[in-house]
């Protein structure tokens, strides 16, 4: 497996985001002024002295730490995006994105500061699940390309520093792959282990009580051969039979084709549904009931169970084999049950995904806190995520109606400056919108038929992506498959370009600084007011290199208190890097005043 130079891309030194309109009474020296290239507009570097009084110089870092860490692999210093093909770029005008889409849009993420682009199933699909629903595991469906242009697209990448990570469907196939053709064909046939197949328990009745996730019967009856096949998903996803070791072989002969071509690592789909209670024992029902509607369930035997790790170390050693990153779609309770799917010795997936965060309701810092302080004393490089194309986009789920682009700008400023990697999802750095349907007729997501109007399913988050102002949003010059949101007018890459504070440019910044200062790749995570309910600061620490954060998570101003003295940081100088605020940073004492959802980030000096 190629590796890449990463010296080339930490080239930038980014030293305060403040134009020149918000250049501030307190400052006391202009550092440096600079052109950003495409923003085109003054960078002025400011000192913020925070006045110390009567402090004595304490004796250690202080609070939550955690090791430092170094000798990085490039993953973990590496900034992920993530494709939904279909969305992204349209080169055939066909109203849906393709391969060649994505090869003419790499100038833009290598610009961003992107590093890996992580694209969602492309291969051969009856398109059930939009992908999710694979027929052949080793090619690429016609609607998207074809593998020429999969190997052109990973040629073109590599050329701009950027991995491709493809998602392998692990739980199930489409029920059109060849193998569940053949499995379905007989009892007897060559294949037929190969899925779940099972008696009903009676005439009409399916084998137990589990269910699927996305409201329908986990149980179809094959009227030919008279018995059930289970699929946790669609009913056109059959679960694949992991206990069978021809399954396991085929499955992981599948991942070192893609090795083989270039690819660099896997995001995992659905780890967590691989195995199921051999005995088919019942699922408990508990209070409540699902988003259908139906009485819940403890999944307790048909999820989580404890071969999932056996699976993920046989992938593991595979991926090892090529150099190469496994990220798991690994919802968890908690972060005790993240840290299993590491392994017990680092033998598991690199980057299990922390999709916690993405269930917090509202935005408040002492949950945060708590989060971030048990991530970090788990111990393992975590990989964080706040929105993907599952979820509602994390700039309609914590946007107030008000604040939107402030709260995403201060989301982006928080995440992306913790101890870990990031996986952003495209249309994320413009502020893209979830566009959701309004009628059942409009909905292409089958969940969403399903469960309308409870569960509208996930089209609102897979709309096109914005590229311009103009028709289609830039996308396409047909009409997409899912409709692009009036927002597209203010919120694209074009005109955001263009906008020294719009989110784009923010974003870019943010990137940046990620790659260039080492606190931030390499640095612990040091908290800091740990009572302060409203806003989260924090230190990143790197040998004698600091970077402190402070994020606002309320609507109200806030005033921050800078005391690094826990740190060790007596008389701090902090060279403002990049804030989201209107208005130039305000201090008082050792006061700095936080506009409502707001991120401050500073390089500090002694
Ligand atoms: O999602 C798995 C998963 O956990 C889903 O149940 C998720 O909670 C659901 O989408 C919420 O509505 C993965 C993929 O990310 C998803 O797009 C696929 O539909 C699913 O697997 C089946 O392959």
């Given at each position: 497996?190629?590796q890449?130079?990463r ?62 860490a170094?000798g990085h692999a490039w993953w973990q210093d590496a ?186 690592g ?57 150099g190469a990153v ?24 690199q980057m ?29 490089w ?39 990697s ?185």
């Open positions: 497996m190629g890449f130079a010296s080339g891309e930490r080239a930038t030194i980014l030293r305060c985001a403040q134009d020149n309109r918000s250049i501030c009474p307190w400052e006391t020296k202009e550092i440096g002024v600079r052109k950003e290239s495409h923003v085109n507009r003054k960078i002025a570097a400011a000192v913020l002295v925070i006045l110390s009084v009567c402090l004595a110089v304490p004796q250690a870092w202080a609070q939550t730490k955690s090791a430092g170094e900034v992920f995006y993530e494709v939904y093909p279909r969305s992204f770029a349209d080169s055939d005008n066909n109203g849906i994105g393709d391969l060649r889409g994505i090869t003419s849009k790499l100038d833009y993420l290598k610009e961003l500061g992107v590093n890996a682009i992580w694209i969602t199933p492309c291969f051969p699909s009856p398109q059930v699940d939009f992908g999710y629903d694979v027929s052949d595991y080793e090619a690429i469906d016609p609607m998207y390309g074809t593998l020429a242009d999969f190997d052109k697209l990973v040629a073109e990448a590599k050329k701009r520093g950027i991995r491709v990570i493809l998602d392998f469907v692990v739980n199930h196939t489409s029920d059109q792959h060849k193998w569940f053709i053949n499995s379905k064909s007989s009892r007897t046939a060559e294949k037929r282990d190969w899925y779940i197949w099972r008696d009903g328990k009676g005439p009409g009745q399916p084998p137990n009580n589990w269910l699927s996730t996305f409201g329908t019967a986990a149980w179809t009856l094959d009227p030919k051969t008279n018995q059930y096949y289970y699929h946790y998903f669609y009913p056109q996803q059959p679960d694949l039979n992991w206990r069978n070791p021809a399954v396991e072989k085929a499955m992981l002969d599948v991942t070192r084709f893609w090795y083989k071509r270039g690819v660099a896997f995001r995992l789909d659905a780890v967590d549904t691989l195995y199921e209670d051999p005995n088919l024992t019942d699922d408990p029902e508990v209070e409540g009931t699902d988003r259908f509607g139906r009485p819940s369930l403890d999944e307790k035997y048909n999820k989580k169970l404890p071969e999932v790790h056996d699976a993920m170390r046989k992938l593991r050693s595979v991926a090892d084999e090529y496994l990220i798991g779609e690994t919802w968890t309770t908690d972060v005790s049950e993240l840290k299993d799917y590491y392994g017990a010795k680092n033998d598991e997936l299990p995904m922390d999709l916690l965060m993405t269930g917090f309701q509202g935005l408040h810092a002492d949950e945060y806190r708590k989060h971030l302080a048990a991530v970090n004393a788990a111990g393992h975590p990989t964080y995520v706040i929105t993907n194309h599952d979820i509602v986009r994390s700039y309609t789920r914590y946007g107030d109606g008000k604040h939107n682009d402030d709260i995403a700008k201060m989301m982006a400023a928080f995440y992306m400056t913790l101890r870990g990031v996986i952003m999802y495209y249309g994320e750095e413009i502020g893209m919108e979830n566009n959701d349907p309004k009628r059942r007729e409009d909905v292409q997501d089958p969940e969403g038929k399903i469960g309308w109007p409870k569960e509208i399913g996930r089209d609102g988050e897979r709309t096109p992506m914005q590229w311009t102002d103009g028709v289609n949003a830039g996308f396409s010059k047909a009409k997409p498959w899912l409709p692009v949101p009036e927002s597209a007018k203010t919120h694209n890459v074009s005109s955001e370009m263009k906008d020294p504070n719009s989110m784009l440019s923010f974003y870019r910044q943010l990137l940046a600084m990620r790659h260039t200062e080492a606190a931030l790749r390499d640095g612990e995570y040091i908290s800091l007011n740990d009572s302060d309910a409203k806003v989260l600061t924090y230190l990143r620490k790197y040998k004698d290199e600091a970077i402190l954060v402070v994020v606002n998570m309320s609507a109200s101003e806030q005033k921050a208190r800078i005391d690094l003295s826990a740190a060790g940081i007596a008389a701090p100088k902090l060279s403002v890097m990049l804030t989201s605020f209107h208005e130039a940073p305000r201090t008082s004492g050792r006061e700095l005043t936080m506009e409502p959802y707001s991120a401050f980030i500073a390089k500090v000096g002694k």
